[in-house]
């Protein structure tokens, strides 16, 4: 069981926490084709690396935040808020892992 | 191929079993191939097996990063049924169980498939109304499925608890008789001694580090044991699906999510069929060993580590003393994890893809190993072909930009 | 039976608590103190079990958790069973049953053991290989012939009557062993004043040191113990197994509390599991010695010599009178020269090296002891009991010589291959191992949580390396007894010791619970499989209860040799939790029954239990199903209260429904974009029903929602869909449009919910309520404050019946007593109690959908027919995009319709599929399925929904329903509504 550091909370326990998937997916407008829509709804980067992700203390303060973490070692390697950009990791653009 | 049977290990047993043959060859990777197949599952060596066997094509590879069997087909609780509702599903489910009953013979290798039967609790009205809805329309599918009262479910299965006032009370069960067990690293092996017969290269430790593409068609791929040709490639790599993929460019609809299992200590045999319940999340038979194998849920989060949260363990097991107080005592001998690729509607992706030669068979989620010779049979098919057969046919990539989906989990986990 | 094997003094017994117990029905006696096994070999009893394949006779080869061999079922007749416990970690209580396993039927005479006379039959992997013929024969002969054979003890049949903790513990540092390294670890964290956590499993402090210590450590060990004893912030745990090491520094420990006593005081839990979150971890879990891998290993009275000095030293117990030690290493000879100084013969050192030194070799020639060097055993005899060894010569090349003369007598043969640093742990918090080639073994390379290990774990095989390795991992600082280590020389490793005797019977077992020969893994590497984990698979190796603590290392390394591969390029064999077996009530804990899932209840409960309500499961919550009067079963109580409702009235409790209080400026705004038609008007005091969908177009939930002010909205929900549809607003409103000024409340709990519907409702309510609630006042669709039985709350006029509905709502405290006076007060009207299930059957009499059960996750709003509730105008809401995908557009989506049966007393079963022929082919073209199905004493017929290919355009159309019995029902397509179509009496 994860060791999550909320940054309203500190740190706690994964099961006071659930996992919302891919960060900073961009809903589109309504008029994109069919294509771009599946992507939004469907299409996810799944990285064997570093991955920026939504989370939420939905058993805590209620309040959701982003992180990226490793998803081969399950490390948390920065924890931060919803609306901004992940932070620079090396080896990492964009959330996406490029290593 | 050296024929197996009670006379040949009579003979063997004869010469001290010196004289036993490789089940198998290790060959070195030829520059290249009619087709190559990644990953060496059952999947993966189902699929060399059956295009090797009914389409022709022996100058194939089978590419294995590590060990064959070594994935999910070697981590799963081998729960095999096909009482699934949708047409396209009970189809290819079906399909599958069909060739498990006579796959042992096919292969020449005891797969100990286990028709011991699948009963599928029900704990409120509207789990009995979403199974009362499979039986109907497995009935006219041709999958055998009938409902179990409290008391018949109880008399096939009497380590099950059916008090009336439990915190889930048993108020029957969906039971397809047809369903069971396997053992799971038979398959993997069979299926590998059988392509290997055929002519088949099985590859191991040849991990894919490239997909090479000419345009919008596949042209080789490159491995850790150098660049090798083919104008067909089949990806069959379950939850690494995506790393796959991305190497030839196409994004896929699906995560990658740890999944979990344990075994307790073996003992006599003390319970006769599988059980599941997906309201309270059990998944429980006896191994031909005496393990009570159960089966978990998956963690909340994407992983590549193969190994999940106690607390999902933790919940399982409450699930399973839930259903069956006697096993407070039994021991948890071990516990694992695989990764499962899981597609947004929950059913697989058998299918062509947007690059030419390139094809995709993945999404199985927590349920693919029932499908194993099902999935094999039509994706070898599928690449022989280069068009699905019928029964894959609806498990496209494209059904999730049309909105045609073939949403068993909805169909099954919505309550009011 | 005397104590034949117990010393006259000495150990860790206590002799003036004798014990009684039985085994296998005969009684023995032993100390406290004692452990199954210890007690048995005190009366010189080896002989505790069956092999798995074989039912080859075992005794213990080990004394600790390691033990493969010894699985005994323990059963007090109470539902105190447990199969496949080790002897060797029974701690003996008075009155303990213990029953060997796997035999029949007995022991000594176990007719089994023909599988060992036919074991040429039976090779690795041979199941795979036969049982195939005739097909059906698997199934009805093969597979019951194996699983009967198969298992070792039995599961419990009875209840469990024992009870399980749980502990959730945090600590500064986590200790594991409490030998030398873990002590000094402890110690010096201790003494730093950090939070610390001891664990060890065994009954008491000490490790190794219990064998080993002399005066000095003796009394070290006594200080230490009370020393950490004393610290508050130090938490020492024995009988305490560190069964896992998770991710981030997340381990569970399972301590044993009642196991050891026998005694049953209903008060303490029997286990308990403790979840610690560690910040760093200090593993000082010793090392585990290895088997030697000969003819005739499993022999009971063959044993580890470790084991046979833990017998002596802590429960004087000899193990034999001639022991015979076979080793490949230093450490055999303090078995030797121990089991010597207590007055055994010692048969001989057999020892594999050809020029061993060394002070321990010194010492054993200067006892007289006879050291074989450069030998082998090369078999053993004995029935249930070893009696003599085979000796050979053996050369540099790993090839026997010449046989020594004459077998020599011995009573024990007393092994050591070497030592494996107990790394599990290490391995599964994903620490990375390396093979060490002078211990022959893995040890810890490169850690990947915090975590470090000392002493024997790291592959510091010496009592003072271990002190000090542990101080340091403790933070140091702390003063460590003198301690002089005998300099033990370096090991030979022979992996498979070669026979000469021919033929199949004599075997030499790696995995002994499982019976695998060096034989087996021979055949397995024959057959092509070259990874370790292919061969574990093939033969079973290290697949059994002890997951092979003593054997894996071994049997890589005859796989390894097979190949003529480097052991680490075989692989390592993967380390998976728990440590030892941990029991599911342990895992569990109190998470049985009612703490399983707690069950919700809604204020009204009391009231409905007390007046004899059917309750169903939705969700968490109980809800009232129906309201039987005596004789009733659910569908005469279901038609009457039905016909009730619509005649006179019905009160219904409503409270599980999800309630989210919504407020803020945006609050309308984000109204407007998640639900489906337009919010932008509803007025203060207004009601409006509200379609949810997904991104993807399909309907997600569903309610009614209140304009309490401009910047105030009441939402209600499905009773199931209330805790996703809070979050999923909280989820759009924090991260998609964190720009909208709008806060979420659940008031679920906070709101007690009761709808009186019917003709007679505004009669009965009206004279409870201080407000005017004629239709002028509070018309259809509309809400006020008001004051019910003296109770401010809001009354909602809104129906799910059809007919004239008020939800009244006062805070829950209140439910109660609100309700009551609504039935009080109805009684001169003739107001029914009913259920959901009446609910049910009335809003399909109205064609009013229930989400989940219409719908299944894939159905649009234009499925439903509910075209009218989905704005054209509105630019944007979550689901329009996902609506336009071209399968949602199709025209042969199911889509919702009624059926009437043309029997009109039959009813339909939900589920039941829809055919457009009455033909019955397999497979049969289904095109649409039955979701909501009743008898309708109201329409004086049955009637049913539908989702049905096409179905709008199916109206007045006859379609087929196949039945499980095989017979067909014809139905008519109709619309949705069968009673009061023109929805005139929602008004009144």
Known sequence: MLLIECPFCGPRAETEFHCGGQAHIVRPSNDVDDTAWESYLFIRNNPK??????????????????????????????????????????????????? | MQRYSIVSIARNALTGHRNWQRAWRSPEPKPSYDAVIIGGGGHGLGTAYYLAKEHGLTNIAVLEKGWLGGGNTGRNT??????????????????????????????????????RGVMMLAHNVHDVQVFKRHIYANRLNGVDNEWLTPEQAKAYCPPLDIRRDARYPVMGAALQRRGGTARHDAVAWGYARG???????IIQNCEVTGIRRDGDKVIGVETMRGYIQAPKVGVVAAGNTTVVMDMAGVRMPLESYPLQALVSEPVKPVFPCVVMSNTVHAYISQSDKGELVIGAGTDQFTSYSQRGGFHIIEHTLEAILELFPVFSRMRMLRQWGGIVDVTPDRSPILAKTPVRGLYVNCGWGTGGFKATPGSAHTFAHTIARDEPHPINAPFTLERFRTGRLIDEAAAAAVAH | MTQSHRLASGGRIDRSKAVRFTFDGHSFDGFAGDTLASALLAHGVHLMGRSFKYHRPRGPIAAGSEEPNALIQLDDGNGRTDPNTRATVIELFAGLRAESQNRWPSLERD???????????????????????????????????????AGLGHAPTMADPDRYAHRHAHCDLLVVGAGPAGLAAALAAGRKGGRVILVDENNALGGSLLNDADGPLEAWLAEVSSELAGLDHVTVLTRTTLTAYYDHNYLTALERITDHTGLVDGKSPRQRLWRIRAGRVVLATGAIERTLVFAGNDRPGVMLASAARTYLHRYAVLVGRTPLIFTNNDSAYRAALDMRAAGTSIAAIVDIRSNPQGALIDAARGDGIRIHTGSVVVGTDGRHRVHQASIARIGADGRLSETLGRPLACDCVLMSGGWNPNVSLFSQGRGRLRFDDALAAFVPDRAMQAVECAGACAGTMTTAGALSEGAEAGGGGIDLPAVEDIVEGPLQPVWAVPSDRTGSRPK??????NDVTAKDLGIAVREGMVSIEHVKRFTTTGMATDQGKTSNVNALAIVAGQLDAAIPAVGTTTFRPPYTPQTFGAIVGSGRGRLFDPVRKTPMHGWAEANGAVFEDVGNWKRARYFPRPGEDMHGAVQRECMQVRETCGLMDASTLGKIDIQGKDAREFLNRVYTNAWMKLAPGKCRYGLMLRDDGFVFDDG?????????????????GAPRVLAWLEDLSQTEWPDLEVYFTSVTEQWATMTISGPNAREVLAPLVSEDISTDALPHMAWMEATVAGVKGRIFRISFTGEVSFEVNVPAGYGQSVWEAIVERGKVRELCVYGTETMHVLRAEKGYIIVGQETDGTATPFDLGMDWIVSAKKPDFIGKRGLERPDLKAADRKQLVGLLTKDPDMVLEEGAQVTASDRITIPMPMIGHVTSSYMSSNCGRSIALAMVRGGHALNGRTLHVPQLDGSVVDVTVTGTVFFDIEGARIHG
């Open chain 3, 704 to 720: 009614v929602t209140a304009c309490i002010a401009d910047d105030h909205f009441h939402m209600t929900t499905t009773t199931g």
């Open chain 3, 508 to 513: 030499a077992f790696v995995d002994f619970q």
């Open chain 1, 49 to 99: 690396g570093i991955h920026a992700e939504r989370w939420v203390h939905n058993h805590g303060c209620g309040r959701w935040f982003n992180a990226l973490r490793d998803t081969v070692s399950d490390r948390f390697l920065a924890i931060y808020a919803m609306g901004e950009k992940p932070p620079a990791i090396d080896g990492l653009e964009d959330g996406n892992d490029k290593r």
């Open chain 2, 78 to 115: 081998t729960i095999i049924r096909s009482n699934y509702l949708y047409d396209e599903s009970a189809a290819l489910y079906d399909h599958a169980v069909k060739l498990w009953e006579g796959l042992s013979q096919e292969l020449n290798y005891n797969t100990m498939y286990s028709p």
């Open chain 2, 195 to 201: 392509a290997d017969a055929l002519g088949v290269d």
């Open chain 3, 111 to 149: 007719v089994g053991v023909i599988n060992d006379l036919f074991s040429p039959m039976f090779p690795a992997a041979f199941y795979y290989k036969t049982f195939m013929w005739p097909k059906s024969w698997w199934e009805s002969v093969y597979e019951p012939f194996i699983r009967a054979a």
